[in-house]
Each structure stands twice: as structure tokens, then as C-alpha cells.
């Protein structure tokens, strides 16, 4: 009896990370063509304007350009490796955010402030997630940034010519600025995520609420029920957007180095994009991208990226909180 007690106690632990892995793999196939767009124009050395040299020029002629020359298939170009870093990335965060958010919750000054224990949990989360998952994020990167038919011919293919060449080292480039970009990220994340939730839920409980003009847009929307104790799927959508544009705004510039760390000693495989972008680490990227390309050029893909992640993470808490309240209900 002990030993199926433990069984059983295991395979709900398993729940929130599988519903997190799942919901990542939906998502990211869903918005695999924006990340392609954003990709290429973070590792544009040239500004993103029509001018000479400039490949792309804008989110949309990035698209129909990369659909132009590549095919169909070209805007999902790196979708396996993409989907592994999804799944990998989705179970590292889920599962640490849900043990530690139940831990924190048995913490008095964690407990009575919600707000801080969303943000703390979901830094390390994002952290944990990140560093389990940087090696798939590594491979799909280049392999969106090299040239047609040349550079690795598969995924695996990839991640053997990388250990072999560079070691376990060229697997994790960009991990610094990774963990730093996706720490605060996903803590924004979880805690914009929430707050949207708490705030709305409270609102519409208010006695005040019928007194005010925004309960006419919350109905409008249809984003939560009138005096609701429960988050609807409408709300879940809107909160997780604001979430996911807010956090991944507030980061970008990191994101950017991480793309631009991860194609180092990868020149010889990306001849026909212009410039490639050469540095030796996260403070000369920065400084690099400054002096040639201006602030602004810290932010080049920037609308593609919060684009997809407004829609990615909509759709991830969404199908998050389906299926684990689906696989609640599920007696395991």
C-alpha cells in the first residue's frame, strides 16, 4: 500500500510538467514562422531599412522573403529542435515553478505576498528551464541562421558537429545571457500573469465595480465572469498576452546577444546574409551592437518576437492550466 502511495504521489508530481511540455510543443509550432523572422533580423549586422546591404527590411518582407527563397517549409526551418527546447524548457519550468511555488506557499512573508512569491518562483523556474534546454536552443538557432543547403543537415548531425568542434562549451554559448534574459523574464512573466488575474478577479467582486467604466470593457471581452472566483479561458488568454509582451519587452536586449553569442565560429556556414556579427561575450556584444548599429540596433526583430510571445504565452498558460486541470481530475 506504501509503495503504490508513492507511485501515486509521483505521477501527480508529473502532471504539472507534462501539462507545461505539451502546452510548450502546441504553441511553438504554432508560432514557429515569427521566431524564424525574428531570428534572422537579430543576426542582421545591416540596419533593418531598405537600404544597401540590408536583407530583410521589416517583420512581414522578412516572411514573404524567407517563404520566397526557402519554400514553406523554410519558415519552420529548426521546428524539431525548436519543439525539444520547447518540451525540455516547458518541463524544467512548470515542474520547478510548481514545486516551488507549493514550497513558498509555507513560507509566511511568501504566503502573504503572492506578488513576490509569482516572481521569485518564476525566475528560477525560467533558469532552470533555460539551462536544461540551452543545448536544442543552440542548434535550432544556427540552423535557422545558416545558408540553404549548407551548414548541418540535421539536428543531430548538429549537436555532434558542435561537441566535436567546439565541446561542451559551443553547446551552452549564450547561457549567461540566457539565464540573465530568461530569469526576469519568466519572473515577469508568472508575475504580470498573475497580477492580471488577481487584479481582474478583485475588481469584478468589487462593490464598486457597476460604478466604473472599465467592468464595460471587462464584459465586452468577456474576459472573466461578473463576480467570478474563478479565472475564465478568456481571461487566462489576456493575462498570459500581457504577460508575455510585457516580460519579453523588458529583456530583449539580452535576447538579442544570446542569438548573436550562439552563431560564433558558425561564419563559414552563413555567407549570404550579409555581415556576420563577431564578439567575444555578452558585454562586447552589447558594446559592439552599440557602436555599430546604435541603441536601436539592440532591438532589431523586436515586433515579430513580441508578437509571437504575446501570442505564445496566451496560448501556453492557456492550455497549461486545461490540461493539468484536466490531468487533475485524472485519478493517477
Same mark, same amino acid.
Given at each position: 500500500?506504501?509503495?503504490?502511495?508513492q507511485?501515486i504521489s509521483?505521477l501527480s508530481?508529473?502532471?504539472?510538467p507534462m501539462?507545461?511540455a505539451f502546452s510548450?510543443?502546441v504553441?511553438?509550432?504554432?508560432t514557429q514562422?515569427?521566431?524564424?523572422?525574428?531570428?534572422?533580423?537579430?543576426?542582421?549586422?545591416?540596419?533593418?531599412?531598405n537600404v544597401a546591404?540590408?536583407?530583410?527590411?521589416?517583420?512581414?518582407?522578412t516572411?514573404?522573403?524567407i517563404?520566397r527563397?526557402e519554400?514553406v517549409?523554410g519558415?519552420w526551418k529548426?521546428?524539431?529542435?525548436?519543439?525539444?527546447l520547447?518540451?525540455f524548457?516547458?518541463?524544467g519550468q512548470?515542474?520547478?515553478?510548481d514545486?516551488?511555488?507549493?514550497a513558498?506557499?509555507h513560507?509566511?512573508?511568501?504566503?502573504e505576498?503572492s506578488?513576490?512569491r509569482?516572481?521569485?518562483c518564476g525566475g528560477?523556474?525560467g533558469?532552470?528551464g533555460?539551462?536544461?534546454?540551452?543545448?536544442?536552443d543552440?542548434?535550432r538557432t544556427?540552423?535557422?541562421?545558416?545558408d540553404?543547403?549548407?551548414?548541418?543537415?540535421s539536428?543531430?548531425?548538429?549537436?555532434?558537429?558542435?561537441f566535436?568542434? +567546439?565541446?561542451? %562549451? *559551443? #553547446?551552452?554559448?549564450? @547561457?549567461g /545571457? $540566457? !539565464?540573465l534574459?530568461v530569469a526576469?523574464? =519568466? &519572473?515577469i512573466?508568472f508575475?504580470?500573469y498573475n497580477?492580471v488575474?488577481e487584479?481582474v478577479l478583485d475588481?469584478?467582486?468589487?462593490?464598486?465595480v457597476?460604478?466604473?467604466?472599465?467592468?464595460?470593457?471587462i464584459?465586452i471581452?468577456n474576459i472573466?465572469?461578473?463576480?467570478?472566483?474563478?479565472?475564465?479561458?478568456?481571461?487566462?488568454l489576456?493575462?498570459?498576452?500581457i504577460?508575455?509582451?510585457?516580460s519579453?519587452?523588458a529583456v530583449?536586449?539580452?535576447?538579442?546577444?544570446?542569438k548573436?553569442l550562439q552563431?560564433q565560429k558558425?561564419?563559414?556556414?552563413?555567407?549570404?546574409?550579409g555581415e556576420?556579427?563577431?564578439?567575444k561575450?555578452?558585454?562586447?556584444?552589447l558594446a559592439?551592437?552599440?557602436?555599430? +548599429?546604435g541603441? %536601436? *540596433? #539592440?532591438f532589431?526583430g @523586436?515586433? /515579430? $518576437? !513580441?508578437?509571437?510571445?504575446?501570442?505564445? =504565452? &496566451?496560448?501556453?498558460?492557456f492550455?497549461?492550466?486545461?490540461?493539468?486541470s484536466?490531468?487533475v481530475?485524472?485519478q493517477i
Amino acid at each position: 500500500m506504501e509503495r503504490q502511495e508513492q507511485k501515486i504521489s509521483w505521477l501527480s508530481n508529473l502532471k504539472a510538467p507534462m501539462a507545461g511540455a505539451f502546452s510548450g510543443c502546441v504553441t511553438r509550432a504554432i508560432t514557429q514562422p515569427l521566431d524564424c523572422s525574428k531570428v534572422r533580423l537579430q543576426l542582421q549586422v545591416e540596419p533593418v531599412a531598405n537600404v544597401a546591404g540590408a536583407r530583410y527590411t521589416g517583420t512581414i518582407q522578412t516572411l514573404i522573403a524567407i517563404f520566397r527563397d526557402e519554400g514553406v517549409f523554410g519558415l519552420w526551418k529548426g521546428h524539431i529542435p525548436a519543439q525539444l527546447l520547447s518540451v525540455f524548457y516547458g518541463l524544467g519550468q512548470f515542474a520547478a515553478y510548481d514545486q516551488l511555488n507549493s514550497a513558498g506557499r509555507h513560507v509566511k512573508l511568501l504566503n502573504e505576498h503572492s506578488d513576490t512569491r509569482h516572481f521569485i518562483c518564476g525566475g528560477i523556474a525560467g533558469a532552470v528551464g533555460n539551462t536544461v534546454s540551452t543545448p536544442f536552443d543552440v542548434i535550432r538557432t544556427r540552423i535557422i541562421a545558416q545558408d540553404h543547403g549548407r551548414g548541418y543537415s540535421s539536428m543531430r548531425d548538429g549537436l555532434r558537429l558542435i561537441f566535436v568542434n +567546439e565541446g561542451v %562549451r *559551443g #553547446l551552452f554559448r549564450g @547561457l549567461g /545571457p $540566457s !539565464v540573465l534574459q530568461v530569469a526576469p523574464l =519568466t &519572473a515577469i512573466q508568472f508575475w504580470a500573469y498573475n497580477v492580471v488575474i488577481e487584479t481582474v478577479l478583485d475588481y469584478t467582486k468589487s462593490e464598486y465595480v457597476n460604478h466604473y467604466p472599465y467592468f464595460i470593457v471587462i464584459s465586452i471581452i468577456n474576459i472573466t465572469n461578473y463576480r467570478s472566483s474563478r479565472a475564465t479561458p478568456h481571461l487566462i488568454l489576456f493575462a498570459g498576452a500581457i504577460g508575455g509582451i510585457v516580460s519579453k519587452t523588458a529583456v530583449y536586449p539580452l535576447d538579442l546577444c544570446k542569438k548573436r553569442l550562439q552563431i560564433q565560429k558558425f561564419q563559414n556556414s552563413r555567407t549570404t546574409y550579409g555581415e556576420h556579427f563577431i564578439c567575444k561575450g555578452l558585454c562586447d556584444c552589447l558594446a559592439r551592437t552599440i557602436s555599430r +548599429e546604435g541603441y %536601436r *540596433g #539592440l532591438f532589431k526583430g @523586436l515586433l /515579430p $518576437s !513580441v508578437i509571437k510571445s504575446g501570442i505564445a =504565452t &496566451a496560448l501556453h498558460f492557456f492550455m497549461y492550466e486545461e490540461l493539468l486541470s484536466i490531468l487533475v481530475r485524472v485519478q493517477i
